[in-house]
Nanobody, 125 residues
Framework: QLQLVESGGTLVQPGGSLRLSCAAS????????ITWFRQAPGKERVGLSC????????QYADSVKGRFTISRDIYKNTVYLQLNNLKADDTAVYYC??????????????????WGKGTPVTVSS
């Protein structure tokens, strides 16, 4: 059974950068589409970015487009989320999630069924 473990979250100053990792075990990434979410204090969880099983499709929420970049390393079985030009509003717990259904080139911010436990990001001076 697929398991996901996020890491890389920490305290960072406004304008700074971080790279979050989502390490998968119990399955290979070419069988799963991966989505990154975040949940800020007192707010609902929202989708940020996704990558398809074949790695060819990547999508971003408008709020992070141009600042966040999703990528993956098949050999390390890990998906990354590069966060640049961070703002205080980016403070949240960041989660990765997976789903095995769908076409190889498909990804979405919905319909995921395997979740990691999250990694906290705090943007503050």
């Amino acid at each position: 059974q697929l398991q996901l473990v996020e890491s890389g979250g920490t305290l960072v100053q406004p304008g700074g950068s971080l790279r979050l990792s989502c390490a998968a075990s119990g399955g290979t990434l070419d069988r799963y589409r991966i989505t990154w979410f975040r949940q800020a204090p007192g707010k609902e969880r929202v989708g940020l970015s996704c990558i398809s099983k074949n790695g060819m499709t990547k999508q971003y929420a408008d709020s992070v487009k141009g600042r966040f970049t999703i990528s993956r390393d098949i050999y390390k079985n890990t998906v990354y989320l590069q966060l640049n030009n961070l703002k205080a509003d980016d403070t949240a717990v960041y989660y990765c999630a997976a789903r095995s259904t769908g076409l190889a080139g498909y990804c979405s911010f919905d319909d995921v069924n395997v979740w990691g436990k999250g990694t906290p990001v705090t943007v503050s001076s």
